[in-house]
Protein backbone atom coordinates (compact mmCIF):
# COMPACT_ATOMS: atom_id res chain seq x y z
CA UNK A 1 0.00 0.00 0.00
CA UNK A 2 1.49 3.80 -0.54
CA UNK A 3 1.80 5.58 1.86
CA UNK A 4 1.60 9.52 1.60
CA UNK A 5 4.68 11.09 2.21
CA UNK A 6 4.95 13.23 4.92
CA UNK A 7 5.76 16.33 3.20
CA UNK A 8 2.89 16.17 0.68
CA UNK A 9 0.36 15.49 3.19
CA UNK A 10 -1.95 18.73 3.74
CA UNK A 11 -0.91 21.76 5.44
CA UNK A 12 -4.19 24.21 5.51
CA UNK A 13 -5.81 23.29 9.42
CA UNK A 14 -2.84 24.66 11.21
CA UNK A 15 -4.67 27.93 9.30
CA UNK A 16 -8.13 27.80 11.11
CA UNK A 17 -8.53 28.90 15.15
CA UNK A 18 -7.70 26.34 17.75
CA UNK A 19 -9.99 26.57 21.12
CA UNK A 20 -7.01 28.01 22.99
CA UNK A 21 -5.58 30.14 19.73
CA UNK A 22 -8.64 32.20 18.05
CA UNK A 23 -9.42 35.83 17.95
CA UNK A 24 -11.53 37.78 20.41
CA UNK A 25 -14.53 38.64 18.31
CA UNK A 26 -16.03 37.10 15.24
CA UNK A 27 -19.65 38.63 13.19
CA UNK A 28 -22.84 36.71 13.38
CA UNK A 29 -26.23 37.45 12.92
CA UNK A 30 -25.73 40.90 12.58
CA UNK A 31 -23.90 41.80 15.22
CA UNK A 32 -20.06 41.56 16.20
CA UNK A 33 -19.87 38.89 19.27
CA UNK A 34 -17.17 37.47 21.44
CA UNK A 35 -16.12 34.15 19.97
CA UNK A 36 -17.22 32.01 23.30
CA UNK A 37 -20.47 33.60 22.95
CA UNK A 38 -21.13 32.37 19.16
CA UNK A 39 -22.66 29.19 20.36
CA UNK A 40 -25.52 27.12 18.64
CA UNK A 41 -26.97 23.36 19.99
CA UNK A 42 -25.19 20.35 18.18
CA UNK A 43 -28.56 19.56 16.85
CA UNK A 44 -28.31 22.12 14.85
CA UNK A 45 -25.44 21.30 13.32
CA UNK A 46 -25.72 19.05 9.84
CA UNK A 47 -27.87 20.36 6.92
CA UNK A 48 -26.87 23.77 7.64
CA UNK A 49 -23.99 22.81 5.47
CA UNK A 50 -25.77 21.47 2.68
CA UNK A 51 -26.53 24.66 0.58
CA UNK A 52 -23.79 26.71 2.79
CA UNK A 53 -21.91 29.65 0.71
CA UNK A 54 -19.28 31.14 1.42
CA UNK A 55 -15.95 33.55 0.55
CA UNK A 56 -12.23 33.79 1.33
CA UNK A 57 -10.69 37.27 1.74
CA UNK A 58 -7.51 38.33 2.30
CA UNK A 59 -5.96 41.04 3.76
CA UNK A 60 -1.98 41.79 3.63
CA UNK A 61 0.38 43.63 6.37
CA UNK A 62 2.19 45.97 4.91
CA UNK A 63 4.74 46.49 7.95
CA UNK A 64 6.58 49.89 6.67
CA UNK A 65 2.84 51.36 6.61
CA UNK A 66 1.61 49.41 9.58
CA UNK A 67 -1.03 48.83 8.47
CA UNK A 68 -3.86 46.35 5.89
CA UNK A 69 -4.87 46.14 2.61
CA UNK A 70 -8.20 44.21 2.53
CA UNK A 71 -7.82 42.95 -1.63
CA UNK A 72 -10.62 43.01 -4.09
CA UNK A 73 -13.11 42.61 -0.96
CA UNK A 74 -16.46 44.41 -3.46
CA UNK A 75 -15.54 41.50 -5.58
CA UNK A 76 -15.76 39.23 -3.43
CA UNK A 77 -18.79 40.42 -1.79
CA UNK A 78 -20.20 40.86 -5.04
CA UNK A 79 -19.69 36.82 -5.99
CA UNK A 80 -21.03 35.76 -2.76
CA UNK A 81 -24.46 37.86 -3.18
CA UNK A 82 -24.52 35.42 -7.18
CA UNK A 83 -23.71 32.11 -4.82
CA UNK A 84 -26.52 33.38 -2.54
CA UNK A 85 -28.70 33.78 -5.14
CA UNK A 86 -27.88 30.37 -6.98
CA UNK A 87 -28.77 28.37 -4.27
CA UNK A 88 -32.13 30.74 -3.66
CA UNK A 89 -31.20 32.37 -0.13
CA UNK A 90 -31.75 36.13 0.48
CA UNK A 91 -29.27 37.95 2.53
CA UNK A 92 -30.64 39.98 5.29
CA UNK A 93 -27.87 42.35 5.00
CA UNK A 94 -25.87 44.23 2.28
CA UNK A 95 -22.84 43.72 0.67
CA UNK A 96 -21.51 47.16 2.45
CA UNK A 97 -23.08 46.41 5.58
CA UNK A 98 -21.00 42.56 5.50
CA UNK A 99 -17.90 44.85 4.16
CA UNK A 100 -18.27 47.21 6.99
CA UNK A 101 -18.40 44.01 9.70
CA UNK A 102 -15.26 42.71 8.32
CA UNK A 103 -12.93 45.80 8.54
CA UNK A 104 -14.28 46.29 12.16
CA UNK A 105 -13.73 42.88 12.48
CA UNK A 106 -10.19 43.02 11.34
CA UNK A 107 -9.63 46.13 13.62
CA UNK A 108 -11.26 44.82 16.56
CA UNK A 109 -9.26 41.77 16.85
CA UNK A 110 -6.08 43.86 16.37
CA UNK A 111 -4.65 41.47 13.34
CA UNK A 112 -1.58 42.79 12.00
CA UNK A 113 0.01 40.26 10.34
CA UNK A 114 -1.57 38.82 6.91
CA UNK A 115 -4.90 37.50 7.41
CA UNK A 116 -8.04 35.84 5.90
CA UNK A 117 -11.72 36.93 6.38
CA UNK A 118 -14.24 34.26 6.17
CA UNK A 119 -18.11 34.91 5.51
CA UNK A 120 -20.34 32.12 5.63
CA UNK A 121 -24.16 32.52 4.28
CA UNK A 122 -26.34 29.11 5.48
CA UNK A 123 -29.71 28.39 5.68
CA UNK A 124 -31.34 27.33 9.11
CA UNK A 125 -31.01 23.96 10.98
CA UNK A 126 -34.72 23.66 10.44
CA UNK A 127 -34.67 23.21 6.58
CA UNK A 128 -33.15 19.88 5.99
CA UNK A 129 -31.58 19.45 2.82
CA UNK A 130 -33.69 17.47 0.68
CA UNK A 131 -36.66 19.83 0.38
CA UNK A 132 -37.38 22.95 -1.66
CA UNK A 133 -36.33 26.60 -0.73
CA UNK A 134 -37.09 29.48 -2.98
CA UNK A 135 -36.34 32.80 -1.46
CA UNK A 136 -35.39 31.82 1.70
CA UNK A 137 -33.48 34.18 4.08
CA UNK A 138 -30.34 32.98 4.99
CA UNK A 139 -27.85 33.75 8.15
CA UNK A 140 -24.38 34.76 7.98
CA UNK A 141 -21.38 34.18 9.99
CA UNK A 142 -17.64 35.58 9.40
CA UNK A 143 -14.54 35.05 11.01
CA UNK A 144 -10.97 36.37 10.79
CA UNK A 145 -7.77 34.47 11.24
CA UNK A 146 -4.25 34.97 10.50
CA UNK A 147 -2.88 33.48 7.51
CA UNK A 148 0.48 33.94 6.52
CA UNK A 149 0.88 34.63 2.16
CA UNK A 150 3.25 31.77 0.44
CA UNK A 151 4.25 34.17 -1.87
CA UNK A 152 8.05 34.89 -2.89
CA UNK A 153 9.16 31.52 -0.88
CA UNK A 154 10.35 29.78 -4.24
CA UNK A 155 7.52 26.98 -3.47
CA UNK A 156 6.80 25.34 -6.69
CA UNK A 157 3.81 22.26 -7.26
CA UNK A 158 4.17 18.65 -8.50
CA UNK A 159 0.90 17.71 -9.55
CA UNK A 160 -1.11 15.32 -11.48
CA UNK A 161 -3.73 14.83 -13.68
CA UNK A 162 -6.35 13.73 -11.30
CA UNK A 163 -9.06 10.48 -12.16
CA UNK A 164 -11.84 12.20 -10.25
CA UNK A 165 -13.44 14.88 -13.01
CA UNK A 166 -15.04 18.31 -12.22
CA UNK A 167 -18.32 18.82 -11.46
CA UNK A 168 -20.76 20.25 -14.32
CA UNK A 169 -23.14 23.23 -14.58
CA UNK A 170 -26.16 21.01 -15.18
CA UNK A 171 -24.72 18.73 -11.76
CA UNK A 172 -23.64 21.16 -9.01
CA UNK A 173 -22.76 24.36 -10.53
CA UNK A 174 -19.18 25.06 -9.89
CA UNK A 175 -19.22 28.99 -10.72
CA UNK A 176 -21.34 29.02 -6.85
CA UNK A 177 -19.07 28.70 -4.52
CA UNK A 178 -20.63 26.18 -2.40
CA UNK A 179 -19.29 23.93 0.72
CA UNK A 180 -21.00 20.76 -0.99
CA UNK A 181 -18.83 21.32 -4.41
CA UNK A 182 -15.71 21.20 -2.41
CA UNK A 183 -16.30 17.26 -1.72
CA UNK A 184 -15.63 17.14 -5.56
CA UNK A 185 -11.79 19.16 -4.48
CA UNK A 186 -11.64 16.71 -1.43
CA UNK A 187 -11.94 13.80 -3.69
CA UNK A 188 -8.75 15.37 -6.23
CA UNK A 189 -6.40 16.29 -3.23
CA UNK A 190 -6.86 12.89 -0.91
CA UNK A 191 -6.13 11.02 -4.29
CA UNK A 192 -2.76 13.06 -4.96
CA UNK A 193 -1.64 13.38 -1.65
CA UNK A 194 -1.85 9.83 -1.54
CA UNK A 195 -0.14 9.20 -4.93
CA UNK A 196 2.68 11.48 -3.75
CA UNK A 197 1.91 14.74 -5.00
CA UNK A 198 1.17 18.26 -3.94
CA UNK A 199 -2.36 18.65 -5.78
CA UNK A 200 -3.81 17.82 -8.62
CA UNK A 201 -5.25 19.21 -12.26
CA UNK A 202 -8.74 18.40 -12.67
CA UNK A 203 -10.06 17.42 -16.33
CA UNK A 204 -14.10 18.00 -17.04
CA UNK A 205 -16.82 16.37 -18.35
CA UNK A 206 -15.11 16.89 -22.05
CA UNK A 207 -12.04 15.99 -20.97
CA UNK A 208 -10.74 19.26 -21.41
CA UNK A 209 -8.29 20.64 -17.98
CA UNK A 210 -10.56 22.81 -16.03
CA UNK A 211 -8.91 23.82 -12.59
CA UNK A 212 -7.40 22.69 -8.98
CA UNK A 213 -9.01 21.52 -6.42
CA UNK A 214 -8.77 25.29 -5.33
CA UNK A 215 -7.37 27.56 -7.75
CA UNK A 216 -7.82 28.71 -11.43
CA UNK A 217 -4.76 26.97 -13.90
CA UNK A 218 -2.71 29.45 -16.36
CA UNK A 219 -0.11 28.17 -18.42
CA UNK A 220 2.41 29.73 -20.76
CA UNK A 221 3.18 28.70 -24.50
CA UNK A 222 5.88 30.75 -26.55
CA UNK A 223 5.21 33.68 -24.66
CA UNK A 224 1.33 33.04 -24.83
CA UNK A 225 -0.96 32.40 -21.40
CA UNK A 226 -3.26 30.33 -21.54
CA UNK A 227 -6.51 29.69 -19.07
CA UNK A 228 -9.23 27.80 -19.59
CA UNK A 229 -12.74 29.82 -20.50
CA UNK A 230 -15.62 30.24 -17.58
CA UNK A 231 -17.72 27.66 -19.91
CA UNK A 232 -15.29 24.93 -18.91
CA UNK A 233 -16.75 23.97 -15.26
CA UNK A 234 -14.99 26.59 -13.05
CA UNK A 235 -15.59 29.08 -10.42
CA UNK A 236 -15.62 32.56 -11.93
CA UNK A 237 -12.21 33.55 -10.33
CA UNK A 238 -11.25 36.94 -8.88
CA UNK A 239 -8.01 36.65 -9.23
CA UNK A 240 -8.19 34.78 -12.04
CA UNK A 241 -9.81 38.37 -14.09
CA UNK A 242 -7.11 40.24 -12.22
CA UNK A 243 -3.79 38.15 -13.30
CA UNK A 244 -5.43 38.24 -16.73
CA UNK A 245 -5.20 42.41 -16.16
CA UNK A 246 -1.46 42.02 -14.99
CA UNK A 247 -0.42 39.77 -17.36
CA UNK A 248 -1.67 42.02 -20.37
CA UNK A 249 -1.92 45.31 -19.28
CA UNK A 250 1.30 45.54 -17.23
CA UNK A 251 4.04 42.80 -18.76
CA UNK A 252 2.92 42.76 -22.27
CA UNK A 253 1.95 38.79 -21.94
CA UNK A 254 -1.32 37.95 -24.18
CA UNK A 255 -3.38 36.21 -22.61
CA UNK A 256 -5.93 34.01 -24.18
CA UNK A 257 -9.03 32.00 -22.67
CA UNK A 258 -9.85 28.69 -24.87
CA UNK A 259 -10.19 24.61 -23.87
CA UNK A 260 -6.76 23.75 -22.90
CA UNK A 261 -6.09 20.15 -23.87
CA UNK A 262 -4.43 17.82 -20.79
CA UNK A 263 -0.77 17.17 -22.46
CA UNK A 264 -0.76 20.85 -23.40
CA UNK A 265 0.27 20.80 -19.57
CA UNK A 266 2.92 18.09 -20.21
CA UNK A 267 4.65 20.63 -23.07
CA UNK A 268 4.01 23.71 -21.47
CA UNK A 269 7.28 26.37 -21.07
CA UNK A 270 5.37 26.82 -17.65
CA UNK A 271 2.25 26.80 -15.52
CA UNK A 272 0.94 28.14 -12.44
CA UNK A 273 -2.15 28.36 -10.15
CA UNK A 274 -3.81 31.29 -8.83
CA UNK A 275 -6.79 32.27 -6.47
CA UNK A 276 -7.02 33.90 -3.48
CA UNK A 277 -5.86 30.88 -0.98
CA UNK A 278 -2.88 29.72 -3.99
CA UNK A 279 -2.71 33.49 -4.93
CA UNK A 280 0.03 33.05 -7.75
CA UNK A 281 1.81 29.55 -7.25
CA UNK A 282 3.87 27.95 -9.63
CA UNK A 283 3.85 24.43 -10.91
CA UNK A 284 7.05 22.35 -11.42
CA UNK A 285 5.62 19.12 -12.45
CA UNK A 286 2.96 17.71 -14.47
CA UNK A 287 2.40 14.28 -14.11
CA UNK A 288 5.91 14.10 -13.77
CA UNK A 289 6.77 15.99 -16.66
CA UNK A 290 8.99 18.42 -15.53
CA UNK A 291 7.85 22.22 -16.88
CA UNK A 292 10.38 24.38 -17.90
CA UNK A 293 13.34 24.67 -15.30
CA UNK A 294 11.34 22.75 -12.70
CA UNK A 295 10.27 26.14 -10.90
CA UNK A 296 9.09 29.02 -11.31
CA UNK A 297 9.34 30.25 -14.72
CA UNK A 298 10.24 33.90 -15.81
CA UNK A 299 6.91 34.72 -16.70
CA UNK A 300 5.44 33.54 -13.49
CA UNK A 301 8.02 34.98 -11.54
CA UNK A 302 7.62 38.56 -12.83
CA UNK A 303 3.98 38.15 -12.16
CA UNK A 304 4.28 36.84 -8.54
CA UNK A 305 6.67 39.61 -7.66
CA UNK A 306 4.50 42.28 -8.93
CA UNK A 307 0.88 40.98 -8.01
CA UNK A 308 2.65 40.53 -4.43
CA UNK A 309 3.34 44.54 -4.37
CA UNK A 310 0.18 45.48 -5.59
CA UNK A 311 -1.66 43.31 -2.71
CA UNK A 312 0.77 44.31 -0.16
CA UNK A 313 0.32 48.10 -1.25
CA UNK A 314 3.70 48.15 -2.37
CA UNK A 315 3.09 49.18 -5.56
CA UNK A 316 0.43 52.14 -6.63
CA UNK A 317 -1.36 50.13 -9.39
CA UNK A 318 -4.73 48.82 -8.85
CA UNK A 319 -5.40 50.83 -5.91
CA UNK A 320 -9.11 50.65 -6.54
CA UNK A 321 -9.19 47.17 -5.15
CA UNK A 322 -7.46 47.64 -1.84
CA UNK A 323 -9.53 48.85 0.87
CA UNK A 324 -6.87 50.24 3.85
CA UNK A 325 -7.55 49.35 7.55
Given amino acids: MTTPRADRMPKEAAMYPSPQNHPAYLWWQGRQVAWDEATVHVTSLGW??????????RAYWNAEQ???HVFAIDAHLKRLAQSMKLVRMTSPYSSDEIKQAAIKLLRDNELQEDSYIFPLAYFPSGIPGYLAVYEQPGEVMMTTRP?????LTGRALHCNISSWRRISDNTMPPRAKMTT?????RFVSTEASINGYDTAIILNDQGKVAESPYACVFIVRDGVAYTPPVTAGVLESITRDIVMQILQEELGVPCRERDVDRTEMYIADEAFLCGTFAEITPIASVDRYTLGSGSAGP????????FHDVVRGRDDRYSELRTIV
Fill in 299 to 306: ITSRLEQL
Fill in 48 to 57: TGISAVFEGI
Fill in 147 to 151: RESSM
Fill in 66 to 68: QRL
Fill in 181 to 185: NYQNS
